[in-house]
């Protein structure tokens, strides 16, 4: 099983600052065939279902504001949340699909200082 | 629109069963991939199973594979999960997911989520 892992568990960002978070895996999720790296990012508020924000590692899904990126390759990964709002206050999960079962990271907590 | 509605939740004993359905609506439910993820009270996600969009195959987490079965009937676009032998560890909030892929034979990420079913075993 591929084992994702994520940090910092925890963070306080101030309003309009930038907020980052990794996202490592315990194998490479780049596919050799097609050049893509099958990670995706969701934003889960509380008692809400997680939301999708990025697949592909870097592809912000439809209706995602742009100052949501993704970034990396192979087994180390990015999410940005530039000038973050009250509204980004969520955990934030990355997933792989690479391979069967399906795993998430632990969550990473996104609060306001 | 895409909905997912989850039923069938409920407060249920150690070793009992119980049967979750998901209802789908708003696009084509026999196109898609569809799958279970659950979250532990105050925990992360956890996959799992997913079953293909015509139902020729499905896999599962280790966690519940030979206690959990899923199903789907696409003439009622509907999915379901039979939870057998449940355990206290099975607590959590269940949700259907969509995968993202039509007709896909791979699982991928998931595109929309339902608002989940809270499952709570405990004598």
């Known amino acids: 099983d591929i084992v994702m892992t994520q940090s910092p568990d925890s963070l306080a960002v101030s309003l309009g600052e930038r907020a980052t978070i990794n996202c490592k895996s315990s194998q490479s999720v780049l596919y050799s065939s097609t050049n893509k790296n099958y990670l995706a990012w969701y934003q889960q508020k509380p008692g809400q279902p997680p939301k999708l924000l990025i697949y592909w590692a870097s592809t912000r899904e439809s209706g995602v504001p742009d100052r949501f990126s993704g970034s990396g390759s192979g087994t180390d990964f990015t999410l940005t949340i530039n000038s973050l709002q009250a509204e980004d206050v969520a955990v934030y999960y990355c997933q792989q699909y690479y391979s069967t079962p399906l795993t998430f990271g632990g969550g990473t907590k996104v609060e306001i200082k | 629109q895409v909905q997912l509605v989850e039923s069938g939740g409920g407060v249920v004993q150690p070793g009992r069963s119980l049967r979750l359905s998901c209802a789908a609506s708003?696009?084509?439910?026999?196109?898609?991939?569809m799958h279970w993820v659950r979250q532990a009270p105050g925990k992360g996600l956890e996959w799992v199973a997913v079953?293909?969009?015509?139902?020729?195959?499905?896999y599962y987490a280790d966690s519940v594979k030979g206690r959990f079965t899923i199903s789907r009937d696409n003439s009622k676009n509907t999915l379901y999960l039979q939870m057998n032998r449940l355990r206290a560890e099975d607590t959590a909030v269940y949700y259907c997911a969509r995968d993202c892929m039509r007709f896909g034979y791979s699982s991928s990420w998931f595109d929309y989520w339902g608002q989940g079913t809270l499952v709570t075993v405990s004598s």
């Open positions: 708003g696009f084509t439910f026999s196109t898609y991939a």
């Open positions: 079953m293909w969009y015509d139902g020729s195959n499905q």
